[in-house]
């Protein structure tokens, strides 16, 4: 029941299916003259994304795979040893959104085990800016091919286009270009079935998890981050199988009742009151603690350590200590069903108003609550929460800083 790096995790499920479908299963044929741009476009016919925000002209005898996200688009030859790869990021409004090139590059070179750069010749991509070109090795499940690769973006998108073969010739980047001389980008009008107003007890949900909602990429500022549609209602089922194993209604709620009764804390708890009560390490000077833990547990080094500082933190703070990130995720998990369609607009905003009026008196303020939460990142990840909290420091510098909402502000129901 692990939330961790949510928008690469999706990005990367997508991914996979993409690999699955596209990878090379023949070999190139014999050695054949140059084909000009203009021959190859000569043989081409049009395709279309399944969501027709992209269409771009492709060999006429290629056939589609389906990628598994309705804005990105795969097609190969009927042997298998050459495809097309075309793929959008939305800049906004989607369940994976980019925040820039970089973060697009990043996670195309990770997925496809890119490498050995080197630089191409540029093609003329229609309506699309900041355009460059390289051909490179694609190593991914055991399979190597080459690959004739652009980068690029429109106001709406960024793009990763890959044309895929065994060998790169010249004949295949010709035809590529002759390709992107015909994309068409249509950017789709955001379906969105929320009708709540962002009221200030809306934003104090917003809020409680608004660190992993820029994480993610998403918007603060509506209710649960995203528009309620079907293209993000797939990609958040997805997500939640992945990352939750919830998979309906029934599993939604049996996570959810976890969280709730039990989360995180509960096993934080038990340790702490073991160390303090049975084990007495409270009694232990400080200095002494590592090894008494060592001499008295079979346990290693990094082990002992880690218990030392969970007790630390339980001595300091007590059973509340990582209260708030077991709560604050039970409030993100409501935005999440209900985005997946397995709560109603009404149901998810009933549920988080009983879980943030339940949650607001444990702690006195926004800054209070967030350090909760940021324990217990590092509890369940055992890494530093500083990436996190640096987050969170700097959406309290913006001009729509989701923190501006009075913590002790009175929640009630508003829609």
Known sequence: ???????????????????????????????????????????????????????????ETW???????????????????????????????????????????????????????????????????NVEASTCTMNAEGETAEVYLIYGETDYAYYSLMYVSEKISDSDINSMKASCSTFVETPIEEEDATTVELTDTVRWFNAAYAVLTEINGWDYNRFAGLAANEANAASVQQMLVSSWDVTDRASADETLDWI???????????????????VKLGDVAED??????????????????????????????????ITGWDYCRA??????????????????????????????????????????YMRGYEYWAEESSADRQAVYEDLKTRSDNPYTVDYNTTLEKTW
């Open 63 to 129: 056939t589609t795979e389906d990628l598994g996200a309705d804005f990105w688009l795969g097609a190969g030859s009927t042997d298998g040893s050459k495809a097309v790869l075309v793929m959008q990021f939305p800049k906004a409004g989607s369940a994976l959104p980019a925040d820039s090139m970089d973060s697009v590059k990043e996670l195309v070179t990770d997925s496809y085990g890119l490498k050995d750069s080197a630089a191409a010749d540029v093609p003329t991509v229609p309506g699309m800016t």
């Open 331 to 372: 409030l993100n998990l409501m935005s999440f069903y209900y985005l997946a369609g397995y709560y109603t607009e009404e149901e998810a905003l009933d549920k988080s108003l009983e879980i943030a009026q339940t949650l607001q008196p444990l702690f006195t303020s926004w800054d209070d609550l967030i350090a909760s």
């Open 1 to 59: 029941m692990h939330m961790k790096k949510c928008k690469r995790m999706l990005a990367c499920a997508v991914m996979a299916a993409m690999l699955a479908a596209s990878m090379l299963q023949g070999c190139g044929g014999s050695k054949e003259k140059t084909v000009t741009q203009e021959e190859a476009l000569a043989k081409m016919k049009e395709f279309s994304t399944a969501d027709g925000s992209v269409t771009i002209k492709l060999e």
């Open 288 to 321: 002494q603690r590592l090894d008494y833990v060592l001499e008295n547990f079979d346990v290693t080094e990094e082990e002992a350590q880690s218990y030392l500082d969970q007790f630390a933190v339980y001595q300091e703070y007590g059973d509340t200590a």
């Open 260 to 278: 709730l009764n039990e989360g995180h804390r509960e096993n934080f708890i038990d340790n702490g009151k073991y160390l303090a009560d049975e």
